[in-house]
């Protein structure tokens, strides 16, 4: 694809589900990492991938959340057990090498626990 | 830690005025600086990066901003805006270390007729 690819869109959720939100990045981008932004905030840091390692996940909020990108391509994010204050729109970057500075981003995923 | 401050949370601007945009940041180490557009339901789209070299960085769709080192600012210019503009910009620093973006909390923009 031309660009990285996040599905859903929009996830709605009851409080207390499982959910999983998908990330496609840029063919050939070694690096990818998922951003958090909720309402009237900048988006924050949760964890960046080189290869298919989980090279930084500082930003975390809890053990609700957990990242994997098995293959080194398509990045899944798990939360479990929502809770309301987990809607939010969650961002996923891609850059060619471990370089931040040459990420793109995609669209996005609309998370709203209900 | 670093941190980045963007003062205006919206800025209303009338259509082919000019425009600046605020960024000042806090960090102890050299830094690198973005800011990138947020347009309604989108993601983010980078429109200019500071890196090194020149301290006036020209970017996408007209926009510029000056990196001083004085100041610890980064300001995002337009000498002419445009209805299309208007849209949620953040500013962003990295400082080389957890290979990690800190953004700001975004100036919303609104150009009107």
């Known amino acids: 694809g031309a660009g990285v690819s996040q599905t859903p869109s929009n996830k709605v959720t009851e409080k207390g589900k499982y959910v999983e939100l998908r990330c496609d990045p840029i063919?050939?981008?070694?690096?990818l990492y998922w951003y958090r932004q909720s309402l009237g905030q900048g988006p924050e840091f949760l964890i960046y991938?080189?290869?298919?390692?989980?090279?930084?996940d500082s930003g975390l909020p809890n053990d609700r959340f957990f990242a994997v990108r098995p293959e080194g391509s398509v990045s899944t994010l798990k939360i479990q057990r929502t809770e309301r204050g987990d809607s939010a729109v969650y961002l996923c970057?891609?850059?060619?090498?471990?370089?931040?500075?040459?990420?793109?981003f995609g669209q996005g995923t609309r998370l709203t626990v209900v | 830690a670093q941190s980045v401050t963007q003062l205006d949370s919206q800025v209303p601007v009338f259509e082919e005025a000019p425009v600046e945009l605020r960024c000042n940041y806090s960090?102890?180490?050299?830094?690198?600086l973005f800011w990138y557009v947020q347009y309604p339901n989108q993601g983010l789209q980078l429109l200019l990066k500071y890196l090194s070299g020149s301290t006036l960085v020209k970017g996408i769709n007209g926009f510029e901003a000056e990196f001083n080192k004085s100041q610890t600012s980064f300001h995002l210019r337009k000498p002419s805006v445009h209805i299309s503009d208007t849209a949620e910009y953040f500013c962003a620093v990295y400082t080389g270390g957890g290979n990690k973006l800190t953004f700001g909390t975004g100036t919303q923009l609104k150009v009107e007729l």
């Open positions: 991938f080189q290869g298919t390692g989980a090279a930084d």
């Open positions: 960090s102890s180490v050299s830094v690198y």
């Open positions: 063919s050939g981008h070694t690096a």
């Open positions: 970057a891609s850059s060619p090498t471990s370089g931040i500075t040459e990420a793109f």
